[in-house]
């Protein structure tokens, strides 16, 4: 199956509520979004996923969760102040903004005036703001444009707490703010989004086999998320791109519909940020290996998960057309484990009380067990499989005058739309 076009994901999120325009009511706000009821349950599913398998599931993880607002020479010490931008350029003509190195800058996109641009700026992506009553130079603060600070700065804290062993890692996820100056493509580059991030600290001798370990862990990610491995790829990013802080880096790239572009990032910062904190702070970020009088100040491997693109390369992956007795249909092929609703429970017709009142038990016992379970009784039997398969419920759950008889139920199946008759004590 080709990639489907932006639009139709867009339109299909929009339809079936999963993500809207941020403060649509007043035209919007540029690069910002709001989940909907199916769209949050998604994006925590791929969250809780996340945390599961990267900081549950292990014993060499820690999870903290960190304050958006920091003290200001955390961004000092973290170069972000110097040295987080992006340069800009301004249409002499229309004075529209651009950030140069994402035009064709012979040509203003907007009023397609030739070479209208002058040098490029360099345009600080973090968002400043002053914490307290007075607006001075001390009240300066950030909305944090990566979750990692707030996991270096709490990195004395944790061992200090629970003295780990090395190789060990912290991580977090939350909200980052980036004031792109040309946010684009619908949820991938926007200025409010969340991370996932993990700092895995090493013996500094021992970095290329974690970042090795590491590597393999990112590809077992997108095949939870159920993206194709084909649509996956490695690029290794040469010096000039890489970030001020990274010694080495591997963006994971998809096939979006846009074209192929960052999913997440891996990156091999070194001792960059803890030393960083040490010089600035005059607090030693050094670790002592147990037993020893070994001391150094651990490096580190940063993979970088961004939660609006993994749930944006799932929609993407999932989507799919087919045709079923003649007709065109449109489902999205959710892995269970993610799809927002698991079950939708129905009464063939809702103008039975009897079947109404058996189809509320058995939605009861799934509800209970399973939580996202949804009760669908609009419209016909046939619409309410066609709405379940594009919001991608896996399985629909009938209830008909043959199970006030025996106790089953007819289950249908998204993907090959099959149905079977299930015994209701069976149901999973
Ligand atoms: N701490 C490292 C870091 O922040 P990054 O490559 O700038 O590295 C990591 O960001 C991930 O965060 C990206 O791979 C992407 O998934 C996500 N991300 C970054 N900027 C974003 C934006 N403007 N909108 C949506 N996601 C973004």
Redesign the pocket.
Known sequence: MSTPNLETIVSLCKRRGFIYQGSEVYGGLSGTWDYGPLGVTLKRNIMNLWWKMFVEDREDMYGVDAAILMNQKVWQASGHVDTFTDPLVECSNCHGRFREDKIDISKCPTCGTKNPFSTARQFNMMFKTNVGPVDDENSISYLR????QGIFTNFKNVVDSFYPDLPFGIGQQGK?F?N?IS?RDF?????E?E?M?IEYFVDPEKWEEAFEAWRKQVWAWCEALGLAKESVHELEVPEADR?HYSKRTI?FEYDFPHGRD????M?YRTDFDLSNIQNASGKSMEYTVKGTNTKFVPHVI?P???V???LMAVLVSAYTEDEVNGEKRTYLKLPEHLAPVRFAVSPLVKNKPELVEKAREVYKMLKEKHGNVMWDDNGNIGKRYRRQDEIGTPQCITIDFDTLEDDTVTVRDRDTTEQKRVAIADLR
């Open positions: 444009p990566e979750t990692a980052a980036r792109e946010p949820v991938f580059r926007s200025r989004f991370q991030e970030a963006d960052e999913l997440l990032g990156a940063e970088s998960f961004g609006e693109r993994a």
